[in-house]
């Protein structure tokens, strides 16, 4: 894609209440195509360029449509039209304002962020570049008593934890050996919980055998500052403490080839079972990041996903149980405008929901920020393998799930009841209901994170 090179006209002044040229209640883009005249871009536009009013620019609504216009702006390499949208956006968004400010300026930093990697970096004005580069959040990488503690201070982690515990311990009932494979995002944080529980179990404590898929260095945050080993050896000791004989095991392995080497190895060990172990597979915010192309060579005839080889390729090792917690959110579309209403329609949650726990300007709340930062950066601004944020909604999980030869397993009362007495240590914003046999998290009525269990269809 060519570069922007030529200058475009400056913006109009800024007024004090913060809106460009004045105009208080509306403000008029050129939201057309580039034309000719503009300066050499290949082709004519002959049609008039049209003008929106955008209404209101402190309403959530219309920085949205700014953050599109700009988008589609980045796309048709308009140099001119990007820079005054960048200026409005850097205007009326501070990254230390309100919850829609805060959420806009994030996606005002992953836009510039496209924009350099397409070429287009020259359209962003000096006064725009450097107030993006001081707002920039860095991911903060967590000690394990940190992480810990961060994870404790909203539902969005805990729901799935505290779900999907429960039903890992009604499905292992019996089994003298447990072993749960973690295909995670938080390096371990719900184990503990999990030990505890079997630890505690009528019929005695199982021995646990945990098997824990290393993504690095393609692995979302959160990021952890230890290594496996060292999480591992915390583990075993944990469960010592709690007279649980406990086996931990690293496997490295990346979601762009479908966690291949970790189901190989799985397979392996499944050849030597006596039927004494049950296997588990915990699958906790990564399944999204396995891409949604298609997989296998040109002579294949009906290409597979990447995401349905996987789950077959877990039903092949016949797990007694196969939990799976995800956002409920859609982020796959192709197209960089599509992604881009999808994340700003789901992601005001957690801006929204951090003014509740976290006063302004504390440690954890640049922490809490800069990770939905990285995803918001990571929908807009990547593409191919690097694009890793690719949620889709609870509905296309259950799809997949069933085409891949598993049954939903309903989460009992006692599960319910576990997920409710934990919301309530937290604002009184979140909730809980049941669609289907599924359990979901939401935030003021909008749902937020789904908890599924499957188990082989026969």
Not at 203 to 217: K, N
Request: with cysteine; glycine share 6%.
């Amino acid at each position: 894609m060519m570069q922007f090179t030529h200058t475009a006209p400056p913006p109009p002044p800024l007024h004090p209440n913060g809106h460009a040229g004045g105009l208080g209640l509306g403000l008029f883009l050129d939201v057309r195509a580039p034309r000719a005249a503009r300066g050499p871009w290949p082709g004519s536009f002959p049609t008039p360029a049209s003008k929106i009013s955008l209404g209101n620019l402190n309403s959530t609504s219309c920085m949205e449509q700014l953050l599109v216009h700009c988008a589609n702006a980045i796309e048709a390499n308009d140099a001119t039209l990007t820079q005054q949208i960048l200026w409005v956006l850097n205007n009326i968004a501070p990254p230390d304002g309100d919850s829609n400010q805060r959420l806009t300026a994030a996606f005002l930093c992953a836009l510039v962020a496209r924009a350099s990697r397409t070429g287009a970096c020259k359209a962003v004005t000096a006064a725009v570049a450097a107030a993006v580069e001081s707002a920039a959040l860095h991911v903060h990488r967590f000690t394990a008593v940190e992480l810990a503690s961060f994870v404790d201070l909203t539902p969005w982690h805990r729901f799935g934890y505290t779900a999907a515990n429960a039903a890992i311990l009604e499905a292992v009932e019996g089994f003298p050996v447990v072993h749960v494979v973690e295909l995670g995002t938080t390096h371990c944080m719900q184990i503990p919980t999990l030990i505890d529980m079997l630890a505690s179990r009528a019929e005695g404590p199982p021995i646990l055998r945990l098997t824990v898929a290393d993504v690095a260095p393609s692995a979302p945050p959160p990021a952890l500052d230890m290594s496996y080993e060292e999480l591992g050896a915390k583990l075993v000791n944990f469960a010592r403490s709690r007279n649980m004989s406990m086996d931990f095991r690293v496997v490295p392995t990346a979601p762009a080839d479908a966690f291949t080497s970790l189901v190989d190895q799985l397979r392996v060990q499944q050849l030597v079972l006596d039927g004494t172990e049950a296997l588990v597979v915990n699958c906790h915010m990564l399944l999204h990041t396995v891409p949604d192309e298609t997989a296998g060579s040109v002579s294949l005839t009906q290409p597979v996903s990447l995401r349905t080889m996987l789950l077959k390729s877990l039903r092949t090792l016949d797990p007694n149980l196969v939990v799976v917690v995800e956002e409920d959110a859609d982020f796959t579309a192709g197209d960089v405008v599509g992604r881009l209403s999808a994340a700003f329609n789901f992601l005001w949650i957690p801006y929204d929901a951090v003014d509740t726990f976290l006063p302004k300007g504390s440690e954890q709340r640049r922490w809490y920020e800069a990770e939905i930062g990285w995803k918001v950066e990571n929908v807009l601004a990547q593409e191919g393998v690097e694009r890793v944020e690719r949620q889709e909604d609870r509905g296309r999980w259950g799809q997949r799930m069933r085409s891949a030869g598993f049954h939903a397993v309903a989460f009992g009362e006692e599960a319910a009841g576990e997920v409710k007495a934990m919301l309530n240590e937290h604002a009184a914003g979140w909730g809980m209901k049941r669609e289907d046999d599924d359990l979901v998290l939401t935030w003021k009525g909008h749902n937020v994170v789904f908890a599924s269990a499957w188990a082989p269809s026969s």
